[in-house]
């Protein structure tokens, strides 16, 4: 079977995590993506800490988030990196019983080079990257011409902490 090669296009992928091993959770997914036929991954955020948005009333609240952003080079569309995202998260036992509720991972696609599209299953820019600390913050690391400082001072009241690792993040392996 023969894939269409597209010039490769830069994209920022969200990650988080907060059920089980959160911190590896993340990790495990920033391999599995670098491992897809089609993506590179080149950058990476720290790992982040913060606290869960609301859950629907009458929910338990849900446990603290590890967050990342990543940078990747991409060869496919935007849709066939959702679904290979999509995909990765299944396999980590992502199930959506409610909005908001604990996520043994999310992969959200932030940006698609310089893309703009809203389609039922994937609008990008991310709707909502620009009212979030836990994706402003590591997306300013890996890539501080993307976020000003004043949509950084905008979320600034957002508690988010480095989440402390024993050692840096490991670059995936080519």
């Known amino acids: 079977m023969t894939k269409t090669v597209h010039q490769p296009v830069t994209a920022y992928i969200a990650l988080g995590a907060n059920l089980g091993d959160a911190a590896s959770k993340v990790q495990e997914a920033i391999h599995a993506i670098h491992d897809l036929p089609h993506v590179q991954v080149t950058k990476q955020s720290s790992l ?16 603290d988030y590890i967050n990342a952003v990543i940078e990747v080079l991409c060869t496919q569309p935007a849709q066939l990196l959702l679904f290979a995202l999509q995909k990765i998260e299944q396999n980590a ?60 001072v905008s979320v600034k009241a957002q508690h988010l902490e480095k989440y402390p690792t024993k050692s840096p993040l490991a670059a995936p392996a080519n």
């Open 93 to 152: 036992g992502r199930a959506r019983p409610y909005t908001n509720a604990p996520r043994t991972l999310d992969l959200d696609i932030l940006l698609f080079g310089d893309e703009k599209f809203n389609t039922e299953s994937l609008t990008v820019p991310h709707p909502r990257m620009w009212q979030r600390a836990f994706v402003l913050v590591p997306l300013a690391e890996i890539a501080p011409l993307l976020v000003s400082t004043e949509q950084l």
């Open 48 to 63: 982040y800490q913060t606290a869960a948005m609301e859950s629907l009333p009458g929910t338990p609240k849900s446990p």
